[in-house]
Nanobody, 120 residues
Framework: QVQLVESGGGLVQAGGSLRLSCAGS????????MGWYRQAPGKQRDPELV?????????NYADAVQGRFIISRDNAKNTVYLQMNGLKPEDTAVYYC????????????WGQGTQVTVSS
């Protein structure tokens, strides 16, 4: 059974920092691209990409978080992290972890989400 479990969300003041963690089980973690996505309150569209880190170490960040957020992974712990610095009220959202297999059959899995609230 595949599980992705996020933690580290919470309430923080603008300008503060949080570190999210996502622990995976039931998958060969090192073969997956790991990403963080978020869905702001009241938004009906699909979660938007925040950052992704491939198995080869390539990263991609949304323009809105470039230079403030850092994604990293520890394959020995089957865990991906998102260090969020300089948080802004517009970063308020539910943050989801996603695992995407990088070879056929390209399976994807999602965590349950963790709430991040940034107060002004």
């Amino acid at each position: 059974q595949v599980q992705l479990v996020e933690s580290g969300g919470g309430l923080v003041q603008a300008g503060g920092s949080l570190r999210l963690s996502c622990a995976g089980s039931g998958i060969f973690f090192r073969l997956y691209a790991m990403g963080w996505y978020r869905q702001a309150p009241g938004k009906q569209r699909d979660p938007e990409l925040v950052a992704v880190l491939t198995s080869g170490g390539s990263t991609n960040y949304a323009d809105a978080v470039q230079g403030r957020f850092i994604i990293s992974r520890d394959n020995a712990k089957n865990t991906v992290y998102l260090q969020m610095n300089g948080l802004k009220p517009e970063d308020t959202a539910v943050y989801y972890c996603k695992a995407a297999e990088q070879s056929a059959p390209y399976r994807t899995y999602w965590g349950q989400g963790t709430q991040v609230t940034v107060s002004s």
